[in-house]
């Protein structure tokens, strides 16, 4: 009776890795049509008719944020561009400031850095 049991079990538990794998088999193939679902028709025309003027705003916003970056490089105080990044509105304006932070932040510690490393060779030496 044990072994019938048994056999039991693994008829059960092999069904229901089928079931499993199956299953993974259909979220996989409904995520593949998901992925490649074509655009609609109208969707591409509309595209169409304003793809000069969404060029034209994209150009547009590249100079604007060109601009930024070299204003950015001129501002030496944190404070000064922590104002700018909460005036932001934009994303990529955002990150632009983000960045102009951390490099001054890391050229603060990297002026630090040696004046600190000489004071611990003084004391070291005086020591």
Do not use: M
């Not at 079990?9 to 299953?23: D, G, H, K």
């Not at 025309?45 to 590249?62: A, T, V």
């Not at 490099?103 to 510690?109: F, G, H, N, T, V």
């Amino acid at each position: 009776e044990a072994t019938l049991d048994l056999a039991e079990r693994r008829r059960i538990r092999s069904a229901i890795r089928e079931l499993q794998r199956q299953e993974l088999e259909r979220d996989e193939e409904a995520l593949a049509s998901k992925r490649f679902r074509p655009e609609r028709g109208s969707h591409r025309q509309d595209d169409k008719e304003n793809w000069p003027r969404s060029r034209r705003l994209e150009e547009e916003q590249q100079a604007a944020l060109a601009t930024l970056s070299r204003q950015l490089e001129a501002i030496t105080d944190v404070e000064e561009l922590t104002k700018l990044l909460r005036a932001a509105g934009e994303y990529e304006e955002r990150k632009l400031i983000r960045a102009a932070i951390r490099k001054l932040r890391a050229e603060e510690i990297e002026g630090e850095a040696p004046s600190l490393c000489l004071g611990a060779a003084s004391l070291e030496s005086s020591g």
